[in-house]
């Protein structure tokens, strides 16, 4: 049974909307990595945020308001219209919701906490639930007033790879007719924090893949599609995951999780390596995730297929990492201008002699002219959860 990526609504740090997003992205655009204060104490990272006004949540459920739920609503406004009419086609028992999370409102949480602490009593506007895992994905389904099943995935960075691979289940088993699924996560500073203690934050530009690397730059972003059997301008053909458990918060060095990822993948779509056209690398520029993934990448496909990393441009959103990826290869299938470019390479240029000598690609780079094209999106996260997703041209 074939599953379609309909439609897609996006907001990260390169600007609001598939439009915006698409040629800031093509572009290679990394103008949206800022320093900012007050995240670290001392220090001033270079982070990804979003700039944009974001849409203020509807009076109804002003008890679900946070910057969280601001991002997400402004992905989903953006795609509204297509998910109206699913529910008007489908019912609202038959359209689910999916979301990878995992700030959700812990940094409205903070502040909370530190007025508690200072009065001794709550602040008029905090509520627990807004932190819970499932909270999003609660909130969207009451903003649009449907019933199917909805629920949060929270599996660090895969979470947004991993929701549309469990909405692909939910249409495949005929529980829904459509699934609103995707990945959103915010700014909040305990992430940061607990980044920065692991010593994994680049306090410059992150380099992934270089011999300079460091560590990883942090964003935030919302990315949504609304997932059907009806074709669609991209298919999801195939999805693989593992859960190697080889280490609380480094990948196995020889990347036996993420090789068996995409091999499921692969396996998944009826696909070999040889057809795979590019590959967007979870690509963190920590020093254990980009020499275990040069090696698997390497491993099964070679050197010659182009690839890259986008953190670079966007840092690393974290738990809407998978779906933000996923929705740059969907640019790509779908490229307005009729180019079919591709995410180019932001680095130094500057390659790490122990690594393969990978092909990134660069701003100038496309997928071939003529015939089916495949692309892999790769999430890794801590304590070895793999998940690789396959997209192709749908209808």
Excluded at 44 to 71: A, C, H, I
Excluded at 82 to 89: G, L, N, Q, S, V
Aim: with cysteine; charged share 15%.
């Amino acid at each position: 049974m074939n599953t379609y990526l309909n439609a897609l609504g996006v907001v990260c740090n390169l600007g609001a909307g598939k439009t915006t997003v698409a040629e800031a992205m093509f572009a290679g655009n990394d103008s949206g990595i800022r320093a900012e204060q007050g995240w670290i104490p001392g220090h001033q990272p270079p982070l990804g945020s979003v700039r944009v006004e974001l849409p203020p949540v509807p009076d109804r459920l002003g008890y679900r308001d946070n910057r969280n739920n601001r991002l997400l609503l402004a992905a989903a406004l953006e795609i509204e219209a297509d998910i109206r009419a699913a529910i008007a086609r489908y019912g609202a028992a038959r359209v689910g919701v999916i979301l990878g999370t995992s700030t959700t409102g812990i940094e409205e949480a903070t502040h909370g906490i530190a007025a508690y602490r200072r009065d001794g009593k709550w602040p008029a506007e905090y509520h627990y639930s807004q932190q819970e895992l499932g909270a999003p994905a609660e909130f969207l389904a009451e903003w649009l007033e449907i019933s199917g099943p909805c629920y949060g995935i929270s599996t660090a960075c895969t979470s947004g790879a991993r929701a549309l691979m469990s909405a692909q289940r939910l249409l495949r088993i005929g529980l829904c007719d459509a699934v609103v699924c995707g990945g959103v996560d915010t700014l909040c500073r305990l992430a940061i924090n607990g980044f920065h203690a692991l010593e994994a934050i680049d306090l410059q530009r992150c380099d992934p893949f270089s011999k300079h690397r460091r560590g990883i730059n942090i964003g935030e972003a919302a990315a949504l599609f609304l997932m059907t059997r009806e074709p669609g301008p991209v298919q999801l053909l195939g999805s693989g995951a593992s859960s190697d458990a080889y280490h609380m918060s480094s990948p196995d060095p020889q990347g036996a999780g993420a090789t068996k990822a995409m091999q499921q993948a692969l396996q998944h779509a009826g696909l070999d390596a040889t057809q795979i056209d590019y590959i967007n690398l979870h690509g963190t520029a920590t020093e254990h995730n980009d020499s275990m993934e040069a090696q698997a990448v390497a491993g099964m496909f070679g050197t010659s297929i182009p690839c890259s990393s986008t953190k670079s441009l966007t840092g690393h959103t974290l738990a809407a990492a998978g779906a933000l990826e996923a929705a740059f290869c969907w640019l790509s299938l779908s490229d307005a201008r009729a180019e079919r470019r591709l995410p180019p390479h932001r680095w130094d240029g500057q390659a790490d002699p122990a690594f393969p000598a990978l092909n990134f690609t660069h701003v100038d780079s496309h997928l071939p002219a003529g015939g089916r094209r495949y692309l892999m999106s790769n999430s890794f996260a801590f304590g070895g959860n793999n998940a690789a997703l396959i997209l192709g041209d749908g209808a």
